[in-house]
Each structure stands twice: as C-alpha cells, then as structure tokens.
C-alpha cells in the first residue's frame, strides 16, 4: 500500500466521515471504495464507446478466417 497526503474541502471531508460513520466503515476504506466505483465508471464509459464502433461484418469476417479443428484433449479439461 502507499500513502497520498489528500487535501479535502471541510465540506467533502465532512460528508466522507458521515458515510463511513453510517457505513460502519473507515474513512480510509469509503475514500478507497468512491475511488475505485469511479475509474470502474470511466472504464465502462470507454468500452461503450469502443462498443459502438465496433463493426460486426469485419469482426465476422476475421473469424471466419480461424480454422475449424477439433479441440485438443488437453483443451477439454
């Protein structure tokens, strides 16, 4: 783990104690959570978008290029 030094409006700082006071969790842990909820949020912004572009007759036409063999029986476990 690493540490940050956060400088926080009183006002943020006050309603990040009264969540975790009503979470019965620590500061430290709502702090981590709200951080991690957000970049998850922007991931998922992004492959939307990426999603949207997406071209389904170009994406079947590299599959149909993939060889239809037997799956090994190594694979099968």
Do not use: C, G, W
């Amino acid at each position: 783990m690493s540490e940050y030094v956060l400088e926080l409006p009183e006002y943020l700082l006050e309603r990040a104690k009264q969540q975790a006071f009503q979470q019965q969790v620590s500061l430290n842990r709502l702090l981590v959570k709200a951080l991690e909820e957000q970049f998850s949020t922007v991931d998922n912004t992004l492959i939307e978008e990426r999603a949207k572009r997406a071209d389904i007759t170009a994406y079947r036409a590299v599959l149909a290029k993939v060889p239809h063999n037997p799956v090994a029986e190594l694979d099968r476990k």
